[in-house]
Each structure stands twice: as C-alpha cells, then as structure tokens.
C-alpha cells in the first residue's frame, strides 16, 4: 500500500474529528501506526502522540525488530498517560492516579504543540477498560467526547476490539457512539484491510484500503 491510497481516507478527515480505529488481538496494527504517522511526515503535518501506559514504546519495538524505518520517530512530541517507559520526545506526563485523568493539564500540554492542524493518534486506550470502574470509565469517555470539535487536531483513537468487548456496560459501543468516524482493521482473503465502519459523510461510505 502507498500512501496515495491511505490519503483516500485520511484526506477526508475534517479537523475536530474525534475517530475511532479498531482492530483485533490479531492484526498487525503496529504497521498501520507506522502508515498513519509517515503518512503524516511525508506532508509536513504536526503530529502527537499520546502514548497510555507505555505502549507507544512497546509499539516501536515491534517495528524495529521488524525492519521498519523509524527515523523522525524520536521526534515526535509524546503526551504520556501513566506508565514508566519513555519513547519520542515527552512533553508532558499525566498520572494515572487513583484512577483518575487530569484532562485540563492534558489540554494545556496539547495545546502547545503546534499551532497547526495535528493529527493525534492515542494509543493503549483500551487499557484504562481494563482498570478503571464502571464510574471512572464513564467518566472517561464523557472527557474525550467534549474534545469533539476542537479544530486544532485530528483524534485517532487505535483500540483493541476485543479488549472493549471483554468490558460489560457497554462502554465500547459508547465509544463508538461518541466517535465522529470509525474505521476497522480487519482480515480478508485481499489482506488486512483498513475499513469505514460509520461515518456521517456519503464521500468517506464503503471507503477502503488494504495494508498488508
């Protein structure tokens, strides 16, 4: 896949968007980052990555033992959210604390990063599912839903499907309901493929490109 193809649907992303890509315990969605975020340098976009509980680190090192080209990785400003291992360059650190996620102090360290449109892939979301109540989740998600609408970036959301699945009260179709595009990662005979799921949007419906 080139990054022309990936720019059929990354190009119709409006700014405020708060989109949610899922994929399986199966896919290879450490490739897809890697897409997303070349796909981002190779045009001179600003990029953020916020990086839950240590698994942007954990990502790259994937990547590098797989081979992939990193360069201009270890300078992307990184907002981390819990966690002990550093990966990029760290502008900020919230901690997870009681449970608990300052939002006000992550939009003030998110807000000075670039003036420009960002694109924001979060990832490791899927985690906090795992260790928050059922009050604090909802919590959660009623924070992310009010940065729907802020112009200043593009929020990619890449959860572990089956992981939100495994979270009874319905936290993940929630998420789902709150996200303004949601995009799946998902095995055909073509390959992995990169899928519109929901969208508001006739141009983005039935749009999709295979990765791998």
């Given at each position: 896949m080139t990054n022309n193809e990936l720019d059929e649907i990354l190009s119709l992303l409006k700014p405020g968007e708060t989109v949610l890509i899922e994929y399986t315990q199966d896919s290879p969605y450490e490739l897809l980052l890697w897409l997303?975020?070349?796909w981002a340098l190779d045009r001179g976009r600003a990029v953020l990555v916020d990086?839950?509980?240590d698994t942007f680190p954990e990502v790259l090192a994937r990547l590098d033992v797989l081979g992939f080209d990193l360069s201009g990785f270890e300078d992307i400003p990184v907002v981390k959210i819990g966690?002990?291992?550093s990966a990029g360059r760290v502008i900020g650190t919230i901690d997870?604390?009681?449970h608990s996620i300052d939002f006000r102090y992550y939009e003030r360290i998110y807000s000075k990063v670039s003036n420009d449109l960002m694109l924001n892939p979060v990832l490791g979301f899927h985690k906090l599912f795992l260790v928050l109540t059922d009050k604090e989740l909802l919590r959660l998600i009623r924070n992310v839903a009010g940065f729907v609408g802020k112009k200043d970036r593009i929020a990619l959301y890449l959860v572990n499907s089956d992981v939100m699945a495994s979270k009874s009260g319905g936290f993940g179709a929630l998420f789902r309901e709150i996200a303004t595009t949601v995009l799946a990662l998902y095995p055909t005979e073509r390959g992995?493929?990169?899928g519109v799921?929901?969208?508001s949007r006739r141009?983005?419906?039935g749009k999709e490109v295979v990765i791998l």
């Open positions: 997303l975020v070349r990086d839950v509980l966690g002990s291992r997870v604390d009681r992995y493929v990169l799921v929901k969208t141009e983005l419906l």
